[in-house]
Each structure stands twice: as C-alpha cells, then as structure tokens.
C-alpha cells in the first residue's frame, strides 16, 4: 500500500512532521532566463536563491517535486569538513589548499544556519553538536585528526575521551571521539521547503513535475528540452544526484549510486534517556553504518546499509533495528515504525563535484556522505561564479571527473563494505564477551608523518575535466557525513528515489 500527500512526498517520518507546503505547477510554456539549474534539490535550490538574490532571473525544473530525493529525506545532519578525511585532502593539494577548502566547508555550514535564521524557517529548529565516534578501542588516529583541525584549520573540535563519551552515549563498543560543538542537524524536508520558499522570494521561478529531457549545451545560449515546453538559457547548472544520467552519461558514470537505508523507531519511553542522553547528531563507523540521532523526544532516527543497487527498504527494517539494539543493548526489543531508501552518488575521491564542465555548463553533484554544508558551499559558489565571474569554484578542481570504474566499481565497493560490516560484528561480538577490554584498550599515538609540502593555489583556466582512466585501488570511505534518503512508513515503503 502507498500514499503520498500532497506536496508529492511519501508519507513518512519527515513527511508527517514536515510543514505544509503547496504544490507547484509544471513548465507548460517555452521560457527564456539568465540561468536554468536542473534538480530541486538542496544544491540546486541555494544556487537558484543565490542568482536570483543578485539580481538575474533563474528557472528550477525539478522532475518529482520539491525535496523529494535525497535532500528531503536524509538525516539532516550539517556538518564540517567532507567526506574525505583532513589528512587525505592535506595530502592530495597541500596544506594550505587543504585550509582553504576546509573554510569554505565550514561556510557552507553557518550559510545554513544563517539562512535558518534570517527567513524564520519554520519547523527547523537546529539541534547542536556532532559526535565521531570510534568503536571497540580509543583509536589513536582521533588525536592526530583533532591535532591537525585546531592546530592547522582552526576548527573548533574537542577530544571526548571514552569515559566521557560513555556517560552520554552507553554503548559497550564507544570508545573516544571527536566532538564537533558548531555542527548541527535540522528537520531535512522543512529545511529544504524552506529554501524554496526563500528562493521564490527572491525571484526564483521553480517548476515541479517537469523532466529536463535532453541539454544542448553548445552555443551561448544554452536549450533544455522538458516534456511541454523548452527553455533557453546562458547557463545551466545540473545539481541533480544520478537522475542526470540521461542528460550527462560522462558525469553519471564518474559516480558510485549507492542506496542507503533509514529508520525512525517506535517510542522508547524512559529507557532511551538512560542510553542516550545526547541529543546531538552521532556517527560511529567508517562506512554507511552508523548515524543517528535522537528524534521526538523518545525516538531514534537510526541510518544504516549499504547497496548499490535499489532495495525494497522494509527488507533493512529486521537489520536496522538488530544494530540498534546491539549499540545499546539496554534498549532491549526496539520496533521499527518508519523505514525508508533512496539513492545518494558519490565520487572515488570522496570530495563533492563543483564547477563548470563547459563554457555556460555547470556541475554541483556528488554529496553523498558529505551533509548539507556542501550543497550550500555549491550554490553559493556556481552563483557567484556565474554572476560575478569568482573564481573561488576552481579550490575544486584537482577533484575533477574520475571515472567510477562501472559495474567493477560498484560491485567493489559493495564487497568491500560487506567486508567491513563482517569485521565490526565480530569486533562486536568480541567486545560484548570483555566489554572491559572494549572499554580501557587503547593504543600509543604514533609519531605523526610530516606534513607534504605546501602547493600554490592555482586558479587554473582550464574548466573541470573528466579524467578517464581505469579502475584504480581506492578505499571508499564511510558517508562520514550522511546525506541520505528521505521517509516512508515501513509498512508503505517502496525503494524509490
């Protein structure tokens, strides 16, 4: 059985609490604008507000409805930094390309909170703080990241150390962490209605149920094909997730689609506050497993597994609610009532996909595992790159187009996460027979490695290219910052975007 409501979103958790929203109509007549951005999504919203702030006219054509891909129904989490770790940025562009980019991160997210604040956002409330947690053993590699984040960007973060981290969050794996205090995580739906409606104030003109089916982006005036109409533009910002891969095959296939998998449990009463008195945003693990926070007052929002292939999600209700209930084992029984999936994309490199393809052709994609920070670094960035001529998009350009190694490269990573999984239940396995040993091991910090040698900051006049070249080795690392799938009740769900 489904149901939708009728803003064109499955009824779900997020739906339920969502605010009300009107529908929008469709292109139904050919339209001539400045800027064309395809996907209605959070990146593609803040980018439509941002031109139309600065005073061009700007068209959003968005095939379902506003937020309803993985922007309306991820954890909400706003987060610095990237899904890439500080130390693999540092190593790939230099320490001080390194800094730069982790400022621009650290933008994207106060863009959010200020944009919470300055349009009165209703029904998005930001709920501080955001925990990395590492599991089974206080990991010394958490001190070398804090280290390198006060020492060299200047973040505020903190080391919790495991009898810290325990008294919040009473899990028998929790060992120390990262504790980020100016991260946040907001209600994803009603954020992103939100930025709608702030676009539309602005100028922006957004069309819902309206496909682009085919760009020609040669020319100075660019065309874009929809089902009833056609508009024309000097420039086209495609801020889709992996619905562009009709209209961009080469980009399409420079990304890992992977379907992740999200649920809100049963009220837990009394019991949840005496297992998690932190109401922050949590993250545990390296890879898709785990984020959650506390939603409700007594509910956890819980994100959890990995396909890269789509997957009815009530088949992940058993498992989700089985890792609850192994994190927190004095939860005891935990019911699902709100299971959902849906498709984010992700680059090899781990970092988000921003620029300019072609001469009028922009790109914002590949935020998977990254959280909302980045699709406002994007908008802010294409729009002032596109109004003002900034070139500040180009600090993304050694992380240009890889190819993602196809078929290869998703059964890969799909291996390689089932991997992972296998070694953290025995790890957990282990830490539950000596949950003593999980709790006081720890490790010598190693001496930290130099530093590579700082690289001028370019800015190349060479737009972003795509570098095709066959698969390589490469450790797809964990959505460190869930941008995930959106809501459908358990018993409604199916595995769409």
């Known amino acids: 059985m489904s149901e939708s409501n009728p803003t064109g979103h499955r009824a779900g958790w997020h739906a339920i609490s969502a605010v009300p929203a009107r529908a929008r109509q469709p292109l139904t007549i050919d339209l001539d604008v400045d800027v064309c951005v395809v996907g209605g999504g959070l990146a593609g919203l803040t980018t439509a507000r941002e031109v139309a702030r600065r005073g061009w006219s700007v068209a959003v054509l968005e095939a379902e409805a506003v937020g309803s891909g993985a922007s309306g129904r991820n954890c909400g989490f706003v987060l610095p930094g990237f899904a890439e770790e500080p130390a693999g940025i540092v190593s790939r562009v230099g320490l001080q390309h390194a800094k ?52 060299e960007f200047g973040t505020q973060a903190e080391l919790w150390p495991g009898e810290q981290v325990r008294s919040v969050l009473q899990s028998p794996f929790y060992c120390n962490a990262i504790h980020f205090p100016r991260a946040f995580r907001v209600h994803p739906l009603n954020y992103t209605l939100g930025l709608a409606a702030a676009a539309e104030a602005a100028g922006a003109r957004i069309f819902e149920r309206t496909q682009a ?70 993250s545990d693990s390296q890879m898709a497993d785990n984020h959650y926070c506390v939603v409700g007052d007594d509910r956890m929002l819980w994100s959890g597994g990995m396909t890269v292939w789509e997957s009815d999600a009530r088949r992940f209700a058993r498992r989700l609610a089985a890792d609850v209930a192994r994190t927190f084992p004095q939860l005891g029984h935990v019911k699902i009532e709100h299971i959902w999936s849906g498709t984010l994309s992700r680059a090899l490199h781990s970092m988000p996909q921003i620029g300019e393809l072609s001469r009028g052709l922009w790109l914002a994609s590949g935020f998977g595992g990254h959280g909302f920070n980045t699709t406002a670094i994007a908008g802010e960035l294409i729009a002032r790159g596109i109004v003002e001529g900034d070139q500040t998009w180009r600090l993304f350009s050694p992380y240009d187009l890889v190819w993602a190694g196809g078929p290869a490269g998703r059964i890969a990573a799909q291996a390689l996460y089932w991997t992972r999984r296998a070694g953290e239940l025995v790890k957990a396995h282990l830490a539950r027979r000596t949950p003593a040993i999980a709790a006081q091991q720890t490790d010598a910090a190693p001496a930290v490695p130099p530093e590579p040698a700082d690289r001028e900051i370019a800015a190349s006049d060479t737009p972003m290219t795509e570098t095709p070249q066959p698969p390589r080795k490469q450790r797809v690392r964990r959505p460190k910052k869930n941008v995930q799938p959106g809501p459908e009740a358990a018993e409604e769900v199916s595995a769409e975007r």
Do not use: C, Q
């Open 213 to 282: 089916l085919e760009i020609d982006p040669s020319g100075i005036r660019k065309r874009i094909r929809t089902p009833s109409a056609r508009v024309r533009a000097a420039h086209v910002v495609l801020a889709g997730n992996t619905g562009i891969a009709s209209l961009m095959p080469r980009v399409a296939a420079s990304l890992l689609p992977i379907t992740t998998y999200v649920a809100i449990t049963a009220p837990l009463g009394p019991r949840l506050a005496e297992a998690v008195s932190y109401r922050g945003a949590v």
């Open 100 to 151: 730069a980019l982790w400022t621009l991160s650290e933008r994207g997210l106060e863009y959010v909170r200020r944009t919470i604040r300055e349009t009165r956002m209703p029904g998005v409330k930001p709920v501080d703080g955001w925990l990395n947690v590492a599991k089974f053993r206080d990991d010394p590699k958490t001190a070398r990241t804090l280290d390198l984040l006060r020492d």
